[in-house]
């Protein structure tokens, strides 16, 4: 793996997995190879993003070890935790399960030679975000926000977070999401529902691409 970006926000509902998701395809359509683990583990997306949600990963004997075979769509090789549950069940864990589902996901699964491995993380700054960063060399981070205040809050505590002494990640940028609507009828007009320019104002507070 050359290079492990870490997608999070602050908060839920900003569109970090409709992003991650797009980011590993624009990837991939430029002829790198590349993985996407998601690591929302309460509220795993990519499986119904990349019409796979009905699929089921297999392990195969790699030298002696038996490792989960990734699903590949898109071009993109996917595990997520939603493969392994019911669509409609609740996944009730605790920080230490949670955290021993992610280490699989990079431990024991058969990811071959990859470019990227993009990491759809859950929101906020909790034990997933901490196992990632202790257990794997993360190239950088992406922060997803919408414009709303309440969001960018939230995102400018990510953002702190990669950059604490102890876990050093380079962010790599803030995406601005939902920035605003275009009705079909009207394809010219920008509706800034959200607000405007909020996480292009945080970039250049924070001193981080936009």
Known sequence: MRNIIAVASGKGGVGKSTVAANLAVALAKQGANVGLIDADIYGPSVPIMFDVEHEKP?????????????IESYGVKLLSIGFFADTSQAIAWRGPMATKALNQMFGDADWGDLDYLLVDLPPGTGDIHLTLVSAVPVTGAVIVSTPQRVALTDAQKGVSMFQLPNINVPVLGIVENMAYFTPDELPDNKYYIFGKGGARDLATKLDVPF
């Open 58 to 70: 297999f392990v195969r004997e790699v030298n002696g070890r038996n490792l989960i075979v990734p």
